[in-house]
């Protein structure tokens, strides 16, 4: 950030009186320029044992397999967001859709928040930012080729649950990987 | 929004090309401004059937009760954010917090995610951005007077599965009201 979003002046970085970071501020008109984690919501659709994925037609990881998901937009909430995404991306509706886990990326300051829910009707589609949509059994999962670390654990962590016959949230931590 | 934070010209709305929503968007350096929700981490601190609450020192609500909780930061996780606050707030440190409920509030673009957990050596203490901090068993809680109403449904969410000793996550929307 470079420019007050306001007024169109400079901002600088200073920590403001009773904070204890700094921001980018503006001299100006006084406007302090906070920046916050985002929150990614997305779905893990299933079909019996198998679960949904769309094979990314955009940047970054195009071409790598991933779960429905995407920014939460303003005015949402995050079981919305998710049900838009699996819409937008994979052509398909959920039944029952259930909170079942938290993901922390602190090192992208992102929050990913999944529901989980039986496709209705088995009934899916390629969206616009999908090249393929697909269902794939734990074995089948190209788990080489899956966009981000997150989704590697979501996926883990809902075949897990799904032997134990757990049902219950997960809250997890995604660390950097340092190489 | 007026101005691009990137190059300093003014910005317009518009629906960027492969978008469905109109953005910010400066047409000097091509940058789109994304406007998304923003995560409020908080604790809810126990000690037997007590809660802790802190009454606010500073606007909005100023002298109205709530549960430990604030904006989360760049670069923490969810835990992390509300364990700060708790510390910043109430002077409180939690044994073994766990995650206990996510709350969506559309209406105002935010989403809380709490955590519980037993205060250590029953240790609290009043921070800057409180007037008091207290234990409240559930019918000593100043229902009348809490600060927000997604603090009013965690702690009935909170009482009603210490009863029933359920330990789930909650998954809940706050609604607009209408008066």
């Known amino acids: 950030m470079n420019f007050c979003s306001h007024c169109g002046k400079s901002t600088y970085l200073k920590v403001p009186d009773g904070d204890h970071r700094e921001r980018h ?3 100006h008109c006084n406007t302090i320029h906070y920046q916050n984690p985002r929150i ?3 779905c893990i659709p299933t079909s019996g044992d198998r679960v949904l994925l769309c094979k990314r037609a955009i940047e970054p990881r195009r071409g790598y397999w991933t779960l429905p998901a ?3 937009e303003n005015g949402e909430t995050t079981m919305e967001g998710a049900l838009r995404e699996c819409q937008e991306e ?3 509706q959920l039944h029952n859709p259930l909170l079942c886990g938290i993901y922390d990326i602190p090192h992208i300051s992102q929050v990913y928040v999944f529901y989980r829910g039986p496709l209705i009707n088995d009934t899916f589609s390629v969206g616009d930012e999908s090249l393929e949509v697909e269902l ?3 074995q089948e999962v190209p788990w080489e080729d899956l966009a981000f670390p997150v989704i590697s ?3 883990e962590h809902h075949f897990a649950d799904c032997q134990t016959e757990l049902r219950g949230v997960r809250s997890s931590t995604v660390i950097k990987r340092l190489c």
């Open 90 to 92: 994979a052509g398909a």
């Open 136 to 138: 794939f059994r734990k």
């Open 70 to 72: 995407g920014f939460l």
């Open 25 to 27: 501020v503006c001299d």
């Open 40 to 42: 990614i919501a997305g």
């Open 153 to 155: 654990l979501a996926l």
